[in-house]
């Protein structure tokens, strides 16, 4: 079903403005990454060489931590720790 919903990927694009190189992505779940990963790497790879980014997460629920730091290895260029659950 997730993969039917593009693993919550619902738009990745470049936008107008700085030369046309400022790229969106807007995620509206933080899937399963056994199973969205690959979504997850074209999304982010689309948008890798732009200036700036707007992550749209305004429609974002939550979900799974996995995925949160996967996008989050796109972004980090040093290991970061991200979170901690009690």
């Not at 931590?65 to 972004?75: F, N, P």
């Amino acid at each position: 079903a997730m993969a039917e919903e593009n693993c919550g990927f619902r738009r990745a694009e470049r936008l107008e403005g700085l030369d046309g190189n400022v790229g969106y992505l807007r995620l509206d779940v933080f899937a399963d990454p056994t199973v969205c990963a690959a979504t997850a790497a074209a999304g982010l790879s689309f948008v890798a060489d732009s200036r700036a980014l707007i992550l749209d997460l305004r429609q974002n629920d939550g979900g799974r931590a996995g995925m949160v730091a996967l996008v989050a290895s796109y972004l980090l260029d040093r290991p970061t720790h991200l979170h901690d659950v009690w």
